[in-house]
């Protein structure tokens, strides 16, 4: 039984790989654009994971370190031509994981809903930055980001952009499984748990706290350096609190605390509204009411609720048999 | 003397604006001293119970002595309905959930206030005439202005009277306290959670109507409405006083700094002083400091 069943598995990962990497040939610009984007997205959501689901700490200014990460791509590509990519996503990750860092600080002088404020005025307060730093950023009017591009060679087409973004997020999916199960990963759940109990293990709050937001700053600067390569235009409006409480959504509804639920979450949130294109005006309203729904019934999530299913199918199913 | 009169001035404008962030920032502290829960969707109440203000005014011609209640009366129901349907749900549970939980019935009510009225901007008619007037040493001041200033603090002087001289009051102040021994004691708790927010809804609903004729009124009004989040956490989040000083400071502040200094640095002021008193002062101006236990 056993054996037939990860043969199955083996089946699964290897069609879904096989097509998630031919997608370019078998799907037209327009979906492999879409898949693109929630790439993107995955990468933020782990980053938000990072903080909600295994620290337990809610930032609603996460919007500020995808901001950070797409402008420093941007800037870079336009004032230095040909400037590596790789590179110029690093500095925008590197520079948001080092103010991450700092507001990471005020982390350890409060929590719950006192940090949640905190990061809405941190939010607040860059994308006004964003905004008035016209000379560098293009103020509230915005900036072109061009191509992104190593050495001569450019990425242009849409299928070049989604195997170059698809390659980041592999990578930096990998790096997430090894850092949620390294010592460092179970540190953050053991605060989670109980900040006391923590500490009395010899998990220095200070380190781990501060670390937490700088690593969640990285993944969520690094996908706003692919974002502004992948739409070609950022501004300040990219960034409002708006799109900070929607990456904690993605989370939510996705599942807090497991990998699975920030892929999820991204598919559900960025893929469901391009199905249902007619409805841009009630997307809100939809967003409200699935968010309150996976609240109030699926505190694991939709992740977590389709794991249960599953089991409850399985054991179901071994019954009969 | 010139630059003085004009800092007077604007010390009048800034009341006028801080009396509006004192009364939701009362609703806030309301509902997070009897509830636990910060309400985000406060802004969101405001402006649903401002644009029934509206229908009531403009569609059916009320006058506003009529108004004024019948929207406290109709928000009393709004804000009770909410609790009933979510709210209550999310008591105890971990701060993210009852968080994002008020996120999430604000998408809602945003989105359904758009869908039902409109997403584009009204004018409120005002209560009283915004016509102004000169006083000596030129100050100029209005009708409108003296009407927020005066409703405001009635309203909080009398629900002060409500907390503290009245049965129910006292039972929402024992439920504050320790809502467990207020159970044995009889109180009944759910019954105290859906009075927290059937008042917040109403008294947001006065402040709505108040404040929306000096604004344009539409769907994004709440971000403004956002900012008595600031006057609560400048106050002491559970300190209903503090709320009150936290949200007229705040008022005048923002006008001083946004008459001789550049707008940008008006825009994030806010939010600087937000970020050093949660850093520096968590426990507010006025508030007292809590200790955690095992």
């Known amino acids: 039984m056993d054996h037939w069943n990860d043969w199955r598995k083996v089946l699964g990962w290897g069609i879904l790989g096989a097509v998630i990497l031919t997608a370019p040939f078998l799907f037209g610009t327009y979906l492999i654009f879409v898949f693109s984007v929630i790439c993107v997205y995955i990468l933020v959501a782990l980053g938000m994971n990072i903080l909600a689901g295994y620290t337990g700490m809610l930032s609603l200014g996460s919007q500020a370190f995808f901001g950070i990460g797409a402008y420093c791509a941007a800037v870079l590509s336009t004032r230095l031509v040909g400037f590596p990519f790789v590179i110029a996503l690093l500095v925008g990750g590197l520079l948001s994981a080092g103010i991450g860092y700092l507001l990471g600080f005020s982390a350890l002088r409060t929590s719950g809903v006192y940090l949640a404020i905190a990061t809405i005025a941190f939010g607040m307060i860059m994308n006004e930055i964003f905004g008035e730093w016209s000379s560098l950023t293009g103020g509230q009017s915005g900036m072109v980001a061009p191509s992104p591009a190593l050495g001569s060679i450019q990425f242009q087409s849409s299928t070049e952009l989604y195997y170059l973004i698809l390659f980041v997020s592999v990578v930096m999916l990998i790096l997430f499984y090894n850092l949620i199960s390294s010592n460092t990963g179970r540190a953050f759940i053991a605060i989670r748990e109980s900040e006391i109990s923590a500490q009395s293990y010899g998990i220095s709050l200070v380190k781990y706290k501060t670390l937490a937001f700088a690593i969640s700053a990285f993944y969520v600067g690094v996908a706003g350096g692919l974002y502004a390569y992948l739409m070609k235009y950022i501004a300040p409006i990219d960034f409002r609190l708006l799109v900070g409480i929607e990456f904690v959504v993605i989370v939510i509804v996705g599942g807090l605390g497991s990998i699975a639920g920030s892929i999820f979450g991204a598919i559900i949130l960025f893929a469901l509204p391009q199905v249902f294109a007619g409805l841009t005006y009630w997307q809100e309203m939809v967003t409200g009411l699935v968010l309150l729904l996976v609240i109030l019934f699926l505190p694991e999530g939709i992740s977590g609720g389709l794991y249960q299913l599953m089991n409850l199918i399985r054991s179901h199913s071994d019954k009969r048999a | ?294």
């Open chain 2, 1 to 294: 003397m010139q630059l003085l009169i004009e800092i007077i001035q604007q010390i009048i404008f800034g009341t006028v604006m801080g009396c509006i962030y004192a009364l939701v920032a009362t609703c806030m502290v309301l509902i997070y001293k009897g509830t636990g829960i910060l309400n985000f969707a406060q802004g969101e109440m405001v402006v649903f119970s401002t644009f029934i203000s509206y229908t009531l005014r403009v569609a059916f011609q009320l006058p506003y002595w009529v108004v004024f209640p019948l929207s406290f009366v109709i928000s009393w129901f709004f804000g009770m309905l909410l609790e009933v349907l979510s709210f209550r749900r999310v008591i105890g549970k971990p701060h993210l959930n009852s968080l994002m939980a008020c996120v999430a019935v604000g998408m809602i009510l945003r989105n359904a206030t758009g869908q039902i009225w409109t997403f584009d901007d009204l004018r409120m008619p005002p209560p009283f005439s915004d016509q102004v007037f000169t006083l000596p040493l030129g100050l100029v001041i209005s009708p409108l202005f003296l009407g927020i200033i005066s409703i405001s603090f009635a309203i909080m002087i009398v629900f002060y009277l409500f907390l503290n001289r009245t049965r129910v009051g006292l039972s929402i102040r024992a439920t504050a306290q320790n809502p467990t021994a207020a159970m044995l004691m009889g109180v009944p708790v759910s019954y105290v959670y859906s009075m927290c927010w059937a008042i917040s809804a109403s008294i947001g609903s006065i402040a709505g109507i108040l404040i929306s004729p000096l604004l344009v009124l539409n769907v994004g009004m709440f971000i403004i409405i956002l900012k008595a989040i600031v006057a609560a956490v400048l106050g002491g989040i559970e300190s209903l006083p503090g709320a009150v000083l936290g949200g007229i400071l705040l008022g005048i502040l923002e006008n001083l700094i946004g008459t001789f200094l550049p707008s940008w640095i008006r825009q994030i002021f806010v939010w600087v002083i937000l970020l050093g008193v949660i850093i520096a002062i968590p426990q507010g101006l006025w508030g007292r400091k809590k200790q955690k236990r095992v």
